[in-house]
């Protein structure tokens, strides 16, 4: 039985919301153009990682199906972020648990996942700033092409295991 697809924005809206109570983006780049993805909860920085394109992904374990799945983000020149890609090892966590109108695809070789879909077109999903709750049970990894996975659930603590994705410029 397939979730209804506004299961999925009410999900992503609430990650929205969350994220209201971190801190703000940077918007857009500065003088030098590079910029860098810091990872922060309330006591600060806790990891930064060089944002060398425009895109960046957070996987997790799916607390439902048990499987990993994976949120693809581009990040726009504002400096705000897009949900542009979903992928899942297991077919059924896009069908069911996002309920994506879409069919889901295998996914290329190289991928992470076995298989991909884009988010609903008739509900874009753009955040100001992530926010996301990096249990040891969801095991929520940054991925930034170029650059080694960073495991942000072993980075949060266990009383506030919520951590903030900034866009920040780099000197």
Known sequence: MRKPAAAVVVILVCLGALG???????????????????????????????LTGDSFAVSYRNSIYG???????????????????????????LEEYYGVPGAPTAAPDADR???????DPTRPVEFEELSIAATD????????????PLELWRLAEDNNPFVVLDIKETP
């Open 113 to 119: 996942r076995n298989w991909v879909v884009p988010p």
């Open 67 to 93: 499987t990993l799945a994976e949120e693809r983000y581009t990040v726009l020149p504002n400096g705000s972020y897009r949900l542009t890609e979903i992928a899942a090892d297991q077919l059924a966590v």
């Open 137 to 148: 049970l969801g095991q929520r990894t940054l991925h930034v092409p170029g650059h080694k």
């Open 20 to 50: 209201a109570l971190g801190l703000a983006s940077a918007s857009g780049q500065g003088e030098s153009g590079e910029r860098a993805l810091v990872i922060m909860n309330d006591g600060g920085e806790l990891a930064s990682v060089p």
